[in-house]
């Protein structure tokens, strides 16, 4: 999911980047209010441990490989702004110190993964746990589903980059096509790797989860009344 | 604060036992961008990263010819380089006092 130099022409890539800064500004004011003495150091464990898992590629289909890209993951356990800048962190050291993702690509892979993948995920997540029942399971439920949608959304994102700066000229159909069904593959990865996350963590700490909060208050309301 | 602490620390060790010891047997195909590149037919317009001679590049150490070791020890750097930049972020943004909004 990485995209490497060459692929998007340099004005798209500078345009991706702007976007992609102006989300992590936001992110950066969003992040002040959310994050406090129990949260931020979780956050920061959350882009050590993408970081890490992002490193174990596991096989798709026939010579295909897929990662974690964790947006779904990290928006439920801390909340899309401090999860979109601990994505960010990841690409950027692995830009800056692994040469994985292009330099002048950063932008690009920014833009999908750190606010595609974030913000789909976290959108989708809040969605599901309208819908499901309100127990603690379903945060893990609702983690799978979320993982499962925020990587197509995100390789619908370089299709995007593609068709406005692509410096190939294959037709945009054909990339979508392919792009998309194979990241519903490696979304079935993120999925099973997101709600084994979140409910690891639900299990030991779920006063720590940031997407589990909305479903306490709803408990203590009733409880109360 | 003795649990948060917990916590973190069995975070952090599983991140290094996951980079340093497991990634070894991580799947080295194409993933799925470079895949569909390949196939479709568009992934000679890459070019190398320009810093694609670094130490660090591709999740090895330079010099380091044991290739377990090597991608070992890069994770190790890649995980305490991320905990350290990121801790050092989230801390200083978080609130200071619960009743400040």
């Known amino acids: 999911m990485h995209i490497p130099d060459g692929f998007i022409d340099i004005p798209t890539s500078l345009a991706f980047a702007g976007v992609a800064a102006a989300g992590v500004a936001i992110s950066l004011k969003g992040a002040k209010s959310s994050l406090d003495e129990k949260t931020a150091p979780l956050a920061g464990l959350t882009a050590t441990f993408i970081f890490a898992v992002q490193m174990l590629n596991f096989p798709v289909a026939a010579g295909t490989s897929g990662h974690l890209l964790g947006g779904a993951l990290a928006a439920i356990l801390v909340g899309p702004w401090a999860a979109t800048l601990a994505l960010t962190v990841v690409l950027l050291m692995q830009g800056l110190l692994f040469a994985d993702g292009g330099l002048s690509a950063i932008g690009l892979n920014v833009f999908n993964m750190s606010l595609i993948g974030v913000w789909c995920g976290y959108g989708s997540f809040l969605l599901l746990k309208k819908l499901l029942p309100k127990k603690k399971t379903s945060i893990a439920v609702a983690a799978f589903f979320a993982g499962l949608l925020s990587v197509p959304a995100a390789a619908a994102g370089f299709v995007l980059q593609y068709a406005i700066g692509g410096t190939a000229t294959f037709s945009v159909a054909t990339v979508l096509a392919a792009m998309v069904s194979t990241h519903v593959l490696i979304g079935i990865g993120e999925g099973v790797i997101s709600a084994l996350a979140v409910g690891a963590v639900m299990a030991s700490r779920s006063d720590l989860v940031y997407g589990y909060k909305g479903v306490k208050q709803v408990l203590e309301v009733r409880s109360q009344g | ?101």
Do not use: H
């Open chain 2, 1 to 101: 604060m003795k649990k948060q602490n917990r916590f973190w620390i069995a975070g952090f060790s599983l991140s290094i036992f996951l980079a340093v010891v497991v990634s070894f047997y991580a799947s080295s195909s194409p993933d799925g961008l470079e895949k569909v590149a390949e196939d479709i037919g568009f992934i000679e317009t890459a070019k190398e990263s320009a810093n694609a001679d670094g130490v660090l590049a591709d999740y090895g150490v330079k010099g380091v010819e044991n290739s377990r070791l090597s991608t070992g020890a890069a994770g190790a750097i890649g995980v305490v380089a991320t905990a350290g930049v990121s801790t050092v972020l989230f801390l200083s943004l978080r609130r200071k006092n619960r009743e400040r909004k």
